[in-house]
């Protein structure tokens, strides 16, 4: 399981995140809620290594991992923009984790996403929401310990959205996936996740599923957030 | 609870290496210059202040009256491709850059060949030639991104064609004409080989003087006071274009390209004339060049020649640029990964440091190295000397040219491979060294061409057996005898065709324009 201790990060002065505490069960998802700016990303690449802490821990099964680097630390991360990289394949894309020789399993990843015999083909050829599917198959492929999705669909138009909240929440439950998922949309987080953290500013105000957010509501700004 | 940030002592590795290529092929000799320099001012010989304020002095004039003349005959062309879109703009272009890419050595023979020699007109002229590109292509592309509304604007308020140009068209092209003006005056405010081959040492620069005291008198601690002289003069003239630039760095609409109009009626024949007249200009030189080189190739293979043979020369330049384009490449390539992937004052100042050699003259890094590579170990008679000095010379175009496409890489590709348990060496393999190899094939390209013409500091440190083309080119000019010159200007054409080819083959990967030049 994964514990984030009183987690600081500072940015060229700028605060953007502070005090925060989050614990994630094994095969949990929990959902990060939040404004934009209010340092959702940030939180994820902390935990993935990209970014250094300024103050907190990062705890993996108990052991502290804040000093352990990026590529050693063997969590997945689906960037927004999804990152997929311009001079390979999509099977040289999703295969980039794995180790040489792992055709099986790229295949496997991307039947997973039903993106079948798409891997010879090149990343610009791909529409938005191939480009979800691979980046997903990607993050998925070398079955990470932790799945972190930075606004998964954020990218994608309103009806392709409503079908794949469904698909990726199916997949990381399939996996066991232990995960965390940022988004800024409130149905979309209750309908993937299966607990919720509300980011504000850099502090997480309060953690629950939706209903009992909706319910009772820490303060004005949250009950104003959730609508 | 916190902790010491981690330092990562891959980057120090990283910045090493280009840190101390820099730091002794290039500061040390430099630093070993000023303090020769200084202690001799101190003495105050008698005749030298004379001397070095004449020569000074003339160096002066020459570079801005080149400058002016090289405005002046840009002008049309620079009218031509800036104002209007036409048929075959495009190799015209292409057509005004090749008196810019050709070695200075070459230049200097072309001229020759015309029969102008030993005048001031000459050396004028060479300049002119050399660097008319840089006019029409920094002014003419600025030109052409202006927004044509601007002008209509002035014309619909009542200005004639004369004040749109003088109040909105040049006000508007200042800071190219200014870049253009101070790279121009750079140019030929340095230029060697041109005036040491046109001008001798009655028409000395400091440059040719800084020659003249360290190879042909061996007067090194004069040389080295001509050396700081030059120094100040360059740093001055860079000084006070940052201090323009930054002071007139105003923004205003641009336009793309393709506002821009094609010529008609009148216009048209302007611009045709404009065009086919400065190229063709420009071409005399060097149908003269091919023209009295005919008949002198068997010679070059053939006889045996006192000053060198020109078949170990061509061999000798070709292993030279290899060697010292592979140096400027590892060391520029690292250079710019330290440069692209830090950010803060270090990475800064070290981007700056980086360039410093292209605003030194080469004479002046030759100089340094026979003044200064005596320590630890007497390298002033090792055969790297020459490549060495080569590569410290092509580095600025390997970080100027590499580091834009480092810097357009998305960090987060980086990032994404990270994640996925890529090493940061794997990462740099995978990531970074793919997506900048066209960059790098043009720097490549760069470094060669760069390394084949070069003639300021290889005249200082390559020796006797093992001349360069550019080096021999010039003992087979100072021989008497029809026979030695046209066996210089046909060593000029094979050089001329070399530096072309790798041209050609590097603009095969030039995507746009890669870098800065």
Request: glycine share 8%.
């Amino acid at each position: 399981m994964l514990r984030v201790q009183d987690l600081h990060v500072r940015i060229e002065d700028t605060r953007i995140l502070r005090e925060v505490d989050l614990g994630v069960s094994d095969g949990e998802i929990v959902g990060i809620l939040g404004p934009s700016g209010s340092g959702k990303s940030t939180l994820l690449r902390a935990i993935a290594g990209i970014i250094e802490p300024t103050a907190g821990a990062i705890y993996w099964d108990g052991e502290d991992i804040t000093h352990v680097p990026t590529h050693k630390r063997r969590f997945g991360l689906m960037f927004q923009g999804y990152a997929l990289f311009p001079h390979l394949t999509v099977g040289e894309n999703v295969g980039f984790g794995l180790e040489k020789g792992a055709d099986g399993q790229v295949e496997e990843a991307l039947a997973w996403v039903g993106m079948t015999g798409f891997a010879e083909r090149t990343v610009d050829d791909l529409s938005g929401g191939e480009k979800q599917r691979v980046a997903l198959a990607r993050t998925l492929a070398p079955r990470p310990r932790l799945v972190m999705l930075d606004e998964p669909l954020g990218a994608l138009d309103r009806n392709l959205r409503s079908r794949l909240v469904t698909e990726t929440r199916e997949l990381l439950k399939d996996r066991e996936a232990t995960a965390i998922v940022v988004t800024h949309d409130a149905g979309e987080a209750d309908a993937i996740c299966d607990r919720l953290a509300l980011l504000r500013e850099g502090r997480i105000v309060q953690t629950g599923t939706l209903s009992e957010l909706v319910a009772a509501p820490a303060d004005q700004w949250v009950a104003d957030f959730l609508g | 609870m916190a902790r010491r940030r981690r330092f990562r002592w891959g980057w120090l590795a990283v910045a090493a290496v280009p840190a101390l290529f820099l730091g002794y092929f290039f500061l040390y000799p430099l630093t070993r210059i000023l303090a020769v320099g200084l202690s001799e001012l101190g003495v105050g010989a008698s005749g030298v202040e004379d001397r070095l304020f004449r020569v000074g002095w003339f160096t002066f004039w020459q570079a801005v009256v080149s400058t002016a003349l090289t405005f002046l005959v840009a002008a049309p062309m620079t009218w031509a491709v800036g104002r209007y879109e036409f048929k075959g703009r495009k190799l015209a272009m292409a057509l005004v850059t090749v008196p810019f890419v050709l070695p200075t050595v070459v230049v200097g023979t072309a001229f020759v060949a015309l029969g102008w020699r030993d005048s001031i007109g000459a050396i004028l002229a060479a300049h002119v030639f050399f660097n008319v590109a840089v006019v029409v292509r920094t002014v003419g592309s600025q030109w052409r991104r202006l927004d044509p509304d601007l002008l209509h604007a002035a014309a619909s308020l009542g200005a004639s064609p004369r004040q749109v140009m003088r109040r909105i068209t040049l006000p508007l092209l200042r800071p190219s004409l200014a870049a253009a003006a101070s790279i121009v005056f750079l140019f030929t405010f340095t230029s060697f080989g041109v005036i040491l081959i046109l001008g001798g040492y009655q028409f000395a620069t400091l440059e040719v003087e800084i020659y003249r005291q360290a190879i042909v008198l061996f007067d090194i601690p004069l040389a080295a006071v001509m050396a700081l002289v030059q120094l100040i003069g360059v740093s001055t003239a860079l000084y006070l274009y940052s201090r323009y630039q930054e002071r007139h760095s105003t923004s205003w609409e641009v336009s793309s390209d393709a506002s821009v109009p094609s010529p008609t009626g009148r216009s048209r024949l302007w611009v045709y004339a404009a065009v086919t007249g400065t190229l063709a200009a420009l071409s005399l030189p060097l149908f003269a060049l091919v023209r009295r080189s005919m008949g002198s190739y068997q010679n070059l293979f053939g006889a045996d020649l006192v000053v060198g043979d020109p078949a170990a020369a061509i061999r000798n330049s070709l292993l030279t640029a290899a060697v010292a384009a592979v140096a400027a490449l590892v060391v520029g390539i690292m250079a710019a990964t330290f440069v692209s992937h830090r950010s803060g004052k270090l990475s800064r100042w070290f981007d700056t440091t980086l360039m410093l050699p292209l605003g030194t003259s080469a004479v002046a890094i030759g100089l340094g190295f026979i003044v200064a590579l005596d320590w630890p170990i007497d390298l002033r008679a090792s055969l790297l000397l020459v490549p060495m000095a080569h590569a410290l010379i092509a580095i600025p175009f390997v970080v100027r040219i590499t580091l834009p496409a480092m810097r357009s890489i998305d960090p987060d590709l980086r990032n994404a491979a990270s994640v996925l348990g890529a090493s940061p060496w794997r990462v740099w393999r995978r990531v970074d060294l793919p997506l900048v190899s066209k960059a790098a094939l043009v720097a490549t390209g760069f470094s060669l061409v760069i390394s084949l013409g070069e003639f300021g500091a290889t005249s200082f440190v390559a020796r006797p057996n093992t001349a360069t083309i550019p080096t021999l080119i010039f003992r087979l000019l100072s021989r008497p005898g029809e026979s030695s010159f046209g066996m210089a200007m046909a060593l000029s054409v094979i050089l001329a065709a070399l530096t072309a080819g790798i041209i050609l083959w590097v603009d095969r990967f030039r995507a746009g324009d890669i870098g800065s030049f």
